[in-house]
């Protein structure tokens, strides 16, 4: 039999506010333990929270990127649950009326093969704000204890709850890509999921094929990587399709991803899962978001990926592959377009960057503004090349130094003495010595053994130091062997 | 006269004129408290060094010529559910012995900033839940008209310490009437304000929707000052009202004869003591004397107004005090092998019966599968008893009714049977369910010499002529 999965998540986006969801504490990363905490956000008593409407308005541009349906009004909800990094025995969320409904996302699941392009449609069942908890530190020694840092506590989260249309871990992994490049086209979420900034728990089902009922689910949490949500759904697809094989019953259960083992661990069962007593924060009116102030926000939105995607086809001309791949970020899209002011081959230009700057930052592990080159300079190394100045091999050599040091292509081609020999007479004499040393290697060539051409292309090089014109060594090789 | 006998707006011109000092004041204040204040219980930290300060501070500032706030000089306690700055806060509570919040609620530093001078932190039930005062950690408060009685509850404290010349002006808090029950067994003046009218900002939450900072007082005048200090619209709480602040003392002799009074017969049937009807009815006829017009009026929602008020404050009580674990605020029980026994043990012992009851059942009505069936129609119906008052304020302008079935009953009468207790509170929790303003004013004693207390409550922010209503009354009583 053949069993299909049906997945779902629940992704929490850490929202980039300079300030907490319900005070005015700041929500930088890295800061001394319970350096960035307040009365109201140690949930001290007799204190009181009040909304940051910088997080409705970032919550408001990810729904209207997903074509979402904006509640003109919702609720603030209790979420009751004892834990000691939960200062205030509660956490403030939204339930029933959420932010918003509905929207979707598509998944590109044509493998980089523009030919099979397959979309897929992820419908998004709500996005809702609410609020981050503590961090419980447990030190496990003879006087095991735990320690607890609130700077993360109140810190706002934008809950993203998808439909489950995802149906196999390389959508979810596909979909998780997609929802990170909204949210960092938007700017409104550091998207590290390693620093905890993007999370994801998944809700995971499988059905014998045709089935039109869904089976049990579980829910899997603790994964703490795009990576480690692609294995975590493989590994419990594959339990639950044994344990059915086998004859045996899906069990209604939460389970945590254990990275480092590649496992999952049972964490309980739906049937002790905590009641969380919601009800309406009484301390917190209803949230209002009226059409002028989502117009307003719709005003501020950046062109989203898809869109300009279309745009950087139907502009430059550039293959569809090259597209999707530019508009992947948006730090790369506006690299690129930076470059095209300054360097006129819209897929010269795309080549390079494909090519020599993605190597570049997948070597460094950087994003591309780490990078000590400009786009304006990558554009002046192009032209050089295109004016004979330097050769394209030297090209990538220099590209290297600029990557390194930031400085220009001009300086280093000028320090180095990169310039290209044009002089036909000068090459022709290389050739000439060439072709002596290696009498041998010609009689062979000459008598049918032409790979040698690529022999003599690469000595005369070297003897250049790579800076003789391709071009003229090639032709003027051509002529002289022909002889 | 001794000066702690005084009214404030009377201490007022005095210091105004020189004629006494603040410190003068405050010794008279803290002289009463020292010889009888134990007799009492009425408070629970006594401020004595701080508010020498703070009585010094404005002498020195008046002598010097500088401006004043409206409050110069007058001693003012404050039931100690609200926060002042560096001074325990206990709410009553075992499990707060030893919090000292670093802030000031938003109502204390507006006194502060009219210059006040805060005596102390007076006695109350724990968490403010009670209406006798008995539920406090630290010892009930006794009535100071018959030491047997109850003060009544939550804010005993302050009404007792007003009733005592304990004090001059008092802060309380009223979620179900806890300052206007204990103002009518007091014999003083207690108004809530609507809801949203004085910043909840440091009013440590028993239950967030119904809780109201509120003025206990020995005047109608003394009210209207200690209400223009602490009302206004704070941006630290969302469900304050964004309006212009007022200053409600300004005139009491407008004309008030077009202003109507429903009666709700309903707050007038079985349950109420005789002599407590016969009392707020001659009230009621005093005040067709002064020329009002008044009119009975049927409120059918009023009899399910308490089981409505204790479903929705038990179920926000029940979460307002999870904060309460041992993890923090000093009181935690030794034996903590495990976070779970940490939980359940300091809760435990750190709650008294009466919160501990209030809690569990809260916790009760918000879980799966009662949610529907309490939570949600209690909140319905609060709806219903909404437009109960609606209606009723289309045809007039304020409802009279007594505040109590009682006065004081004696300690120990009702503590082994709370819905007797809870039935205190019958004529009180609709003005909290709606978020309307609602005074209780002395109307009377009975035959034992008890107190009796007349409540009016009136529309939503309609506390200026509210106030004014209450002032004729006093006036009218007083002849
Ligand atoms: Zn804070």
Request: with cysteine.
């Amino acid at each position: 039999m053949i069993y299909e999965a049906i997945i779902g998540l629940e992704v929490h986006a850490q929202l980039l506010t300079d300030s907490k969801i319900f005070c005015g504490c700041s929500t930088k990363y890295g800061s001394p333990p319970n350096a960035q905490t307040c009365p109201v956000c140690l949930g001290m008593p007799g204190v009181l929270p009040v909304l940051n409407k910088k997080t409705v308005e970032y919550a408001v541009k990810m729904v209207l990127a997903v074509g979402g349906r904006i509640n003109e009004e919702s609720f603030f909800a209790r979420k009751n649950y004892f834990y000691p990094d939960l200062p205030k025995g509660y956490q403030i969320s939204q339930y029933e009326k959420p932010l918003a409904y509905g929207g979707f996302v598509e998944i590109d699941l044509s493998h980089g093969k523009p030919k099979v392009k397959r979309n897929k449609r992820i419908k998004i069942e709500r996005i809702h704000l609410e609020e981050d908890a503590g961090k419980s530190i447990h030190i496990e020694n003879k006087d095991s204890k735990t320690l607890v840092d609130m700077n993360r506590c109140g810190v706002p989260l934008m809950e993203i709850v998808s439909q489950p249309d995802l149906s196999s871990p390389e959508e979810a992994y596909l979909y998780l890509g997609k929802l990170k490049q909204l949210l960092e086209y938007l700017e409104i979420c550091g998207c590290n999921m390693e620093q905890g900034n993007l999370r994801c728990d998944a809700n995971v089902s499988v059905r014998p094929e045709g089935e039109k009922n869904l089976g049990i689910k579980t829910e899997v949490k603790n994964m703490n990587s795009f990576k480690g949500v692609e294995k975590a759904l493989n590994y419990e697809i594959e339990r639950q399709i044994d344990i059915l094989k086998s004859g045996g019953r899906i069990k209604h259960e939460t389970l945590l991803w254990d990275e480092e083992k590649e496992k999952v661990s049972f964490m309980r069962t739906k049937e002790v899962s905590p009641d969380y007593r919601y009800f309406p924060e009484p301390d917190l009116v209803k949230l209002v978001v009226k059409r002028d102030w989502i117009e307003k926000i719709k005003r501020t939105l950046p062109e989203l990926p898809d869109h300009k995607k279309e745009r950087f086809l139907k502009k430059y001309k550039i293959p569809e592959y090259d597209a999707s791949v530019l508009t992947s970020s948006k730090n790369l899209a506006d690299f690129y377009e930076e470059g095209l002011k300054f360097y006129s081959a819209p897929k010269i230009l795309s080549n390079w960057i494909m090519g020599e700057v993605l190597r570049e930052l997948r070597e460094k592990r950087c994003e591309i503004g780490d990078l000590r080159i400009k786009p304006e300079d990558l554009a002046g190394l192009l032209m050089l090349v295109d004016d004979g100045i330097i050769s394209g091999k030297i090209a990538k050599d220099v590209f290297k130094e600029m990557v390194d040091t930031g400085r220009k292509a001009k300086e280093i081609v000028k320090e180095k003495g990169l310039v290209q020999v044009t002089d036909k007479g000068q090459i022709e004499k290389v050739v000439e010595e060439v072709l002596k040393k290696n009498k041998e290697n010609v009689n062979e060539y000459l008598s049918g053994k032409e790979k040698l051409f690529g022999f003599f292309i690469g000595e005369v090089m070297k003897k250049t130091k790579g800076k003789a014109d391709p071009k003229l060594v090639n032709q003027i090789l051509k002529e002289k062997l022909k002889r | 006269m001794e000066l702690n006998h005084l009214r404030a707006w009377e201490l007022k011109k005095l210091l105004e004129s020189r004629e006494v000092s603040s410190r003068e004041v405050l010794e008279s204040v803290l002289d009463r408290i020292k010889s009888d204040g134990k007799s009492i219980n009425s408070f629970i930290t006594l401020m004595e060094d701080g508010a020498q300060k703070a009585a010094l501070k404005v002498d020195k500032k008046r002598s010097s010529g500088k401006k004043l706030g409206a409050l110069a000089g007058i001693p003012v306690v404050v039931k100690d559910n609200i926060c002042v700055k560096d001074n325990l806060c206990t709410c009553g509570s075992g499990i707060l012995k030893n919090f000292i919040p670093p802030y000031d609620a938003t109502a204390v530093e507006l006194l502060k900033g009219e210059d006040a001078v805060i005596v102390g932190k007076t006695n109350m039930d724990e968490f403010g839940m009670g209406s006798s005062n008995e539920n406090s950690y630290f010892g009930p408060v006794k009535n100071p008209y018959d030491l047997k009685r109850t003060p009544g509850g939550s804010s005993g404290g302050s009404a007792a310490s007003l009733a005592s010349d304990m004090s001059i002006l008092a802060l309380g808090s009223d979620t179900g009437g806890s300052v206007r029950l204990p103002a009518s067994f007091c014999g003083v003046v207690g108004l809530k304000p609507t809801y949203g009218l004085v910043s909840r900002y440091g009013l440590v939450a028993f239950a967030s929707s119904l809780d109201q900072v509120g003025c206990l007082t020995k005047d109608v005048k003394d009210c209207a000052m200690l209400l223009s200090a602490v009302a206004g619209y704070d941006q630290r709480d969302s469900t304050s009202i964004n309006i212009v602040r007022k200053d409600y003392t300004k005139s009491w002799e407008d004309d008030l004869k077009d202003i109507k009074i429903g009666v709700p017969k309903e707050y007038f049937g079985g349950g109420l003591n005789k002599e407590v009807k016969e009392n707020v009815l001659k009230g009621i006829e005093a005040l067709e004397r002064e020329g009002f017009k008044t009119l009975e009026v049927s409120m059918p929602g009023t009899d399910r107004s308490i089981a409505v008020y204790y479903v929705l404050c038990m179920a926000e009580a029940s979460s307002n005090l999870a904060r309460y674990d041992g993890a923090r605020y000093g009181f935690r029980t030794k034996e903590t092998f495990d976070l779970d026994l940490m939980y359940k043990k300091t809760r435990t012992k750190g709650f008294g019966d009466e919160v501990k009851r209030r809690i569990i059942l809260g916790t009760y009505v918000l879980s799966k599968g009662y949610f529907k069936a309490y939570y949600q129609k209690a909140q319905k119906v609060r709806t219903i008893i909404k437009k109960d008052f609606d209606r009723a304020f289309e045809k007039v302008d304020f409802l009279i009714t007594p505040t109590s079935p009682t006065t004081a009953f004696k300690l120990g009468e009702k503590i082994e049977d709370p819905l007797t207790m809870y039935l205190s509170d019958v004529y009180t929790t609709s003005a909290n369910l709606t978020g309307i303003p609602a005074i209780s004013l002395p109307c009377g004693k009975d035959s034992f010499g008890l107190p009796i207390g007349l409540q009016i409550m009136g529309k939503p922010l309609s506390e200026e002529l509210l106030l004014k209503v209450a002032y004729t009354f006093e006036q009218n009583l007083k002849r």
